[in-house]
């Protein structure tokens, strides 16, 4: 790549970052769907809102279901969810609002494997997993 290319990709990333005013995490995630919490048969990331750490899921309900699962379990111990843990250990907020979808798929074995995909594109990036199995 020659010094020119490379200069002019850094200025086009830095007008980027400064016209948007997103962060590099927002940046790199190429997967904006708006939320749909009505959907279901999902594969859906949950970001924090006080470091970069992002979690993956799959669920065949719907998506509002086992948010409000995970958002339960903040309080409620019994349930299990990585994302309360991580908000209860570290202290930190989770961006409830900014629940993605990264895919819609209805076939179960399909939806686990796109969910692993996900978490690998997010280990590429070198983003923190909240997923704790990984
Ligand atoms: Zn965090």
């Not at 349930?79 to 900014?98: G, L, M, R, Y």
């Amino acid at each position: 790549m020659s010094e020119q290319i490379k200069n002019l990709m850094l200025k086009h990333e830095y007008k980027i970052v400064y016209k948007k005013g997103k962060n590099l995490k927002s940046l790199l995630s190429n997967n904006n769907t708006k939320t749909t919490l009505e959907k279901n048969n999902v594969v859906y990331n949950i970001s924090c809102n006080d470091c970069d750490a992002v979690y993956a899921g799959n669920t065949e309900r719907k998506l509002e279901t086992r948010v409000n699962e995970h958002k339960n379990a903040l309080t409620k111990s019994y349930i299990p969810s990585h994302v309360a843990d991580h908000a209860k250990q570290t202290s930190h907020n989770i961006n409830w609002d900014e629940t993605k979808i990264s895919y819609i798929e209805n076939n179960r074995e399909a939806r686990e494997l796109l969910e692993k995909w996900d978490i690998e594109k997010l280990r590429q990036k070198n983003i923190p997993l909240i997923n704790k199995q990984f």
